[in-house]
């Protein structure tokens, strides 16, 4: 084939420029009164529009979608997601959008498909600003009501806080004084910390009484609980002041080796505040890390070289070579850890620096530092693949520790550019023959899966011949993996037919039929397909059994679909729970809650309607909960009800609150009066600081 070779002229010249120039930034259009914009876009495009605004003005904007259904979202000049629009129109007429500008500044206006389906349709739509003027009074009153409901928020956290001297279980507080500073955290720094200290001073009494206590492993789980959450907040306000509670709250050795598996997983911790403070303070990063390593290994230090090296490559250098030293002294295959930290430090000490780039802002480019010699890089290589090859699994246990080491090890190596390890090819060669040794170290459950694999990807008659060759104990978990498959590309009644005919267990037939039909339900309502969802689970004889699908599905039903569907649907979904205004059993009571929550999002009112029979009810079970409370479960510690040990009272109470936490954001004063019909203090406490943090930090509206 002949092959052409093209002159560059000076016009094309001149426009790979032009498109170099505009190379990776996405283009904004200016919307202006009167002149309409018309745009293409498919499944994960999106565009986006600005309007800039004065204080107090309205503006209204107008999307006509041809032939695509799609959401409009506006943002405000702060970077925050004020509201997401889509009518119930389809694929063609306009979604209307209005925007009051409470502050000054620019605003953005994304357009993207509702649908992300792979089988969705491009289409157009044309953009255009149809009204610009300033915002009437009513006008300016809604577009403040989430100011005035974060500052209603706050006023009722300032009220929890005089409250929190009262709670007399110290995990309670702790929590509460947590979550309040999480959600303070840029209204007042110095109150923050405050909290923050008292805080880690309950944490540190709370370890102390683990030691005496009779249920030391349930004290000793809730107090890493506590610590984990803690973590969360006090590592995005102050990285040091993290790393001192870290040391300062450590758990005993003998529970994390026990417990965790680890001897010190507070390692993986500290790592990752190193990680934070690289940049910025490469020094004191390194110090971090490489105190961590007389205690043990993570793979997260090679992600700590990487942070220091983009500000400082020599102290990056110094920290990678200490890592490899530590790393040549012990067994690389008695944790994954060690195993990990040394692949994912050669991986980096391959990668060249990004310090090491061209000047820019008239700042010379950082000196690139190797992290490795020649001769360190190698060596820790020779010693990895040592331990790794010599490995032989023990015939009796063939899943050990080090099997897992091993392999990691190996597939890390292998994984590698060749120009990094500079193998050659016989030393491949034996670490593929060596990863086909250990994969075949169970020759039976090998055979297994590779029959799996293959029924998976056959047509279904050449499966069905599969399965009937296949030895007798392995047949009804085929046909169970043949059936789901074919159900889940569209032929359930064929799926049915495979259980039908091919399991011979009557009992495990009959739960495998259940199963498909559940995946049926569940794949209506991904596919929006409601009507054929309620069918399925009308067809559910087993009231429990449909409680619980309903529970499953209430997570799916939001996805893609348009508010007035997904309305709809949740009315029906809570007609199939029954007419019974209160909860028959725990499960009943769940989906319930979620239903509410649902309608909540959706800035529904209806979950009002849901909750309120089952606080009357909820107070009752708290009570009767206070008299069986060590009968089973421990519900009460210190006389309050636990709300993080796990019984199930205690998990009502939290998906109750949180529940009427985002019904907080419908009507503020409404979900008020409903914590408050709460008798014990401690849920209304939950509460109080639920519908804060909905109010502070409200999700983006749906209209």
Same mark, same amino acid.
């Given at each position: 084939?002949?092959?052409?070779?093209?002159?560059?002229?000076?016009?094309?010249?001149?426009?790979?420029? +032009? $498109? %170099? &120039?505009?190379?990776?930034? =996405? @283009? *904004?259009?200016?919307? #202006?009164? /009167?002149?309409? !914009?018309?745009?293409?876009?498919?499944?994960?495009?999106?565009?986006?529009?600005? +309007? $800039? %605004? &004065?204080?107090?003005?309205? =503006? @209204? *904007?107008?999307?006509? #979608?041809? /032939?695509?259904? !799609?959401?409009?979202?506006?943002?405000?000049?702060?970077?925050?997601?004020?509201?997401?629009?889509?009518?119930?129109?389809?694929?063609?007429?306009?979604?209307?959008?209005?925007?009051?500008?409470?502050?000054?500044?620019?605003?953005?206006?994304?357009?993207?498909?509702?649908?992300?389906?792979?089988?969705?349709?491009?289409?157009?739509?044309?953009?255009?600003?149809?009204?610009?003027?300033?915002?009437?009074?009513?006008?300016?009153?809604?577009?403040?009501?989430?100011?005035?409901?974060?500052?209603?928020?706050?006023?009722?956290?300032?009220?929890?806080?005089?409250?929190?001297?009262?709670?007399?279980?110290?995990?309670?507080?702790?929590?509460?004084?947590?979550?309040?500073?999480?959600?303070?955290?840029?209204?007042?720094?110095?109150?923050?910390?405050?909290?923050?200290?008292?805080?880690?001073?309950?944490?540190?009494?709370?370890?102390?009484?683990?030691?005496?206590?009779?249920?030391?492993?349930?004290?000793?789980?809730?107090?890493?609980?506590?610590?984990?959450?803690?973590?969360?907040?006090?590592?995005?306000?102050?990285?040091?002041?993290?790393?001192?509670?870290?040391?300062?709250?450590?758990?005993?050795?003998?529970?994390?080796?026990?417990?965790?598996?680890?001897?010190?997983?507070?390692?993986?911790?500290?790592?990752?505040?190193?990680?934070?403070?690289?940049?910025?303070?490469?020094?004191?990063?390194?110090?971090?890390?490489?105190?961590?390593?007389?205690?043990?290994?993570?793979?997260?230090?090679?992600?700590?070289?990487?942070?220091?090296?983009?500000?400082?490559?020599?102290?990056?250098?110094?920290?990678?070579?200490?890592?490899?030293?530590?790393?040549?002294?012990?067994?690389?295959?008695?944790?994954?850890?060690?195993?990990?930290?040394?692949?994912?430090?050669?991986?980096?000490?391959?990668?060249?620096?990004?310090?090491?780039?061209?000047?820019?802002?008239?700042?010379?480019?950082?000196?690139?530092?190797?992290?490795?010699?020649?001769?360190?890089?190698?060596?820790?290589?020779?010693?990895?693949?040592?331990?790794?090859?010599?490995?032989?699994?023990?015939?009796?246990?063939?899943?050990?520790?080090?099997?897992?080491?091993?392999?990691?090890?190996?597939?890390?190596?292998?994984?590698?550019?060749?120009?990094?390890?500079?193998?050659?090819?016989?030393?491949?060669?034996?670490?593929?023959?060596?990863?086909?040794?250990?994969?075949?170290?169970?020759?039976?459950?090998?055979?297994?899966?590779?029959?799996?694999?293959?029924?998976?990807?056959?047509?279904?008659?050449?499966?069905?011949?599969?399965?009937?060759?296949?030895?007798?104990?392995?047949?009804?978990?085929?046909?169970?993996?043949?059936?789901?498959?074919?159900?889940?590309?569209?032929?359930?009644?064929?799926?049915?037919?495979?259980?039908?005919?091919?399991?011979?267990?009557?009992?495990?037939?009959?739960?495998?039929?259940?199963?498909?039909?559940?995946?049926?339900?569940?794949?209506?309502?991904?596919?929006?397909?409601?009507?054929?969802?309620?069918?399925?689970?009308?067809?559910?004889?087993?009231?429990?059994?449909?409680?619980?699908?309903?529970?499953?599905?209430?997570?799916?039903?939001?996805?893609?679909?348009?508010?007035?569907?997904?309305?709809?649907?949740?009315?029906?979904?809570?007609?199939?729970?029954?007419?019974?205004?209160?909860?028959?059993?725990?499960?009943?009571?769940?989906?319930?809650?979620?239903?509410?929550?649902?309608?909540?999002?959706?800035?529904?009112?209806?979950?009002?309607?849901?909750?309120?029979?089952?606080?009357?009810?909820?107070?009752?079970?708290?009570?009767?909960?206070?008299?069986?409370?060590?009968?089973?479960?421990?519900?009460?510690?210190?006389?309050?009800?636990?709300?993080?040990?796990?019984?199930?009272?205690?998990?009502?109470?939290?998906?109750?609150?949180?529940?009427?936490?985002?019904?907080?954001?419908?009507?503020?004063?409404?979900?008020?009066?409903?914590?408050?019909?709460?008798?014990?203090?401690?849920?209304?406490?939950?509460?109080?600081?639920?519908?804060?943090?909905?109010?502070?930090?409200?999700?983006?509206?749906?209209?």
């Amino acid at each position: 084939m002949r092959r052409f070779k093209p002159e560059l002229t000076l016009l094309s010249i001149v426009l790979i420029f +032009v $498109a %170099l &120039q505009g190379y990776g930034r =996405a @283009q *904004v259009d200016s919307l #202006q009164v /009167g002149t309409p !914009v018309k745009k293409t876009i498919g499944r994960g495009q999106q565009h986006r529009f600005s +309007v $800039a %605004l &004065q204080a107090d003005e309205f =503006a @209204q *904007v107008i999307v006509d #979608q041809f /032939g695509i259904d !799609v959401v409009v979202r506006v943002i405000s000049p702060q970077g925050k997601v004020l509201g997401e629009f889509d009518s119930p129109n389809g694929t063609i007429g306009p979604e209307t959008v209005s925007i009051v500008a409470t502050t000054a500044g620019t605003y953005s206006v994304d357009v993207f498909p509702l649908s992300q389906s792979q089988d969705i349709r491009p289409g157009s739509f044309e953009i255009r600003l149809a009204a610009l003027r300033r915002a009437t009074p009513p006008e300016l009153q809604a577009a403040k009501t989430p100011e005035i409901a974060k500052a209603r928020g706050l006023a009722l956290l300032n009220a929890v806080l005089q409250t929190l001297p009262e709670v007399r279980s110290v995990q309670t507080r702790i929590r509460a004084q947590i979550q309040i500073a999480g959600l303070l955290q840029t209204v007042d720094e110095t109150l923050v910390r405050r909290l923050v200290n008292d805080a880690t001073a309950g944490i540190q009494e709370f370890k102390e009484s683990a030691r005496d206590s009779e249920d030391e492993f349930q004290r000793y789980n809730t107090l890493s609980q506590l610590r984990n959450e803690a973590l969360q907040v006090i590592g995005q306000l102050d990285p040091e002041l993290a790393l001192t509670f870290i040391r300062s709250t450590r758990l005993p050795e003998d529970y994390t080796i026990q417990y965790m598996g680890q001897a010190d997983p507070d390692i993986g911790l500290e790592l990752n505040l190193a990680m934070k403070i690289g940049p910025k303070d490469p020094g004191r990063a390194v110090q971090i890390a490489e105190d961590t390593l007389a205690r043990g290994h993570s793979a997260l230090m090679g992600n700590v070289v990487t942070a220091v090296r983009n500000s400082n490559p020599a102290l990056a250098s110094r920290l990678a070579k200490a890592t490899a030293a530590k790393l040549q002294e012990g067994t690389l295959l008695s944790s994954a850890d060690a195993g990990n930290a040394a692949i994912s430090l050669l991986r980096i000490a391959y990668t060249p620096s990004t310090a090491a780039s061209a000047r820019r802002n008239g700042i010379a480019p950082l000196v690139d530092v190797p992290l490795l010699s020649e001769q360190e890089f190698q060596s820790l290589l020779t010693n990895v693949l040592t331990q790794a090859l010599s490995f032989t699994p023990a015939p009796e246990n063939p899943y050990s520790q080090e099997m897992n080491a091993a392999r990691n090890i190996l597939n890390g190596v292998k994984s590698m550019p060749a120009e990094a390890h500079r193998l050659s090819a016989a030393n491949m060669a034996t670490i593929e023959e060596k990863l086909q040794q250990l994969a075949q170290a169970n020759p039976r459950d090998r055979f297994n899966q590779t029959l799996s694999q293959e029924v998976n990807k056959a047509p279904v008659d050449r499966a069905l011949q599969m399965i009937a060759e296949a030895p007798r104990e392995m047949r009804d978990s085929l046909y169970q993996q043949l059936a789901q498959r074919v159900a889940r590309e569209g032929d359930l009644n064929r799926g049915r037919q495979i259980l039908n005919e091919g399991m011979s267990n009557a009992q495990q037939r009959r739960n495998a039929l259940n199963n498909l039909e559940r995946q049926g339900i569940s794949d209506a309502v991904n596919k929006g397909r409601f009507d054929d969802a309620v069918r399925g689970l009308v067809a559910i004889r087993s009231t429990n059994e449909r409680v619980n699908m309903i529970s499953s599905l209430l997570g799916q039903v939001e996805r893609g679909q348009k508010k007035d569907v997904v309305l709809s649907f949740l009315d029906q979904l809570r007609a199939l729970l029954g007419t019974s205004a209160v909860a028959e059993n725990q499960n009943h009571m769940n989906a319930l809650l979620q239903i509410a929550a649902v309608f909540s999002r959706q800035g529904s009112t209806r979950g009002f309607e849901i909750v309120e029979p089952l606080l009357d009810q909820f107070n009752e079970l708290s009570a009767a909960a206070s008299t069986l409370s060590g009968f089973g479960q421990e519900y009460y510690k210190d006389g309050e009800l636990s709300l993080g040990n796990g019984n199930n009272i205690g998990q009502l109470a939290v998906q109750l609150t949180q529940t009427i936490g985002g019904l907080a954001l419908t009507d503020f004063d409404r979900a008020r009066q409903d914590v408050d019909r709460l008798r014990r203090p401690e849920v209304r406490l939950a509460g109080y600081i639920a519908m804060a943090r909905q109010t502070i930090n409200p999700p983006p509206l749906r209209w």
